[in-house]
């Protein structure tokens, strides 16, 4: 009945999807116009050296069917750990603007394909924003998206691109690609879902992997809380992570 609720015929064809909770998508596919929704996320990661608090701020919309639009602002505090005083400085990391499209969406295939574009204005720590040196640079991101439901429980989704980062006064750009593959159950007639990330990076010949495994529990028709545990694989200088999103559907 929930299956049937989303992808109801009087309105623009959707499937659903399990969205990822860490790297979550712009807006779901399919998305209809109208649609909208407040994510506030915090995490913790050990970084070995220093602590590093998360937190972000996030609202999506919709304002034609299919299409998704995105503006986040995401923050990062640095703690050192056992006296270590080379800890990053604190940040507002950038100005995230986002825009996907979803150029297939097929009831039938209960299947989705969308593309997309995020571009970030990176900036600089606190203490140099306070020097007149706001800006650090450009991060562009071009990315693909791939996701099936199986049956009416099981979902699978790919998220992949190249991350390209430009700093001001650097020559040259930074490139690495990113593929996030990702497994969900969703519990007959609920949003809820348990299943597992794998987020994953290729930078000048080099591989580096975080398994996530995560669930996402409904607890108010309009709210949603996503909890998510980072296992690093091949990631130097990370070790386990932890990470809470709070999904807020006005009007829903």
């Not at 623009?12 to 399919?30: F, M, N, Q």
């Not at 995105?70 to 505090?77: C, M, T, V």
């Amino acid at each position: 009945m929930y299956l049937s609720d989303v992808e109801k015929k009087d309105s623009p064809a959707k499937v659903l999807h399990a969205e990822p909770l860490y790297i979550d998508l712009i807006r779901d596919l399919g998305a209809r116009k109208g649609e909208k929704e407040w994510n506030i996320g915090l995490g913790l990661t050990d970084k070995e050296r220093f602590d590093e608090y998360l937190a972000l701020v996030e609202y999506e919309w919709a304002p034609v069917d299919r299409l998704g639009l995105e503006i986040e602002l995401p923050f990062s505090f640095h703690y050192p750990i056992n006296g270590n005083e080379n800890a990053p400085g604190n940040r507002l990391n950038s100005i995230k603007l986002a825009g996907q499209y979803s150029f297939f969406v097929s009831e039938k295939y209960k299947t989705s394909m969308a593309f997309g574009y995020i571009h970030e204005f990176e900036m600089n720590q606190f203490s140099e924003i306070r020097q007149n040196r706001v800006f650090s640079g450009n991060a562009y991101n071009p990315f693909f998206i791939a996701a099936k439901r199986w049956a009416t429980n099981y979902h699978t989704l790919i998220y992949a691109g190249p991350f390209i980062r430009n700093h001001f006064g650097q020559s040259g750009v930074d490139i690495s690609w990113q593929v996030n593959s990702n497994f969900h159950y969703m519990i007959s007639g609920t949003r809820n879902f348990i299943g597992v990330e794998f987020n994953k990076a290729l930078e000048n010949g080099k591989f580096e992997m975080v398994i996530r495994p995560q669930m996402r529990l409904g607890i108010a028709e309009n709210l949603l809380i996503g909890i998510v545990t980072g296992v690093p694989v091949s990631r130097e200088n990370e070790r386990f992570s932890s990470f809470l999103r709070l999904i807020y559907e006005p009007g829903h």
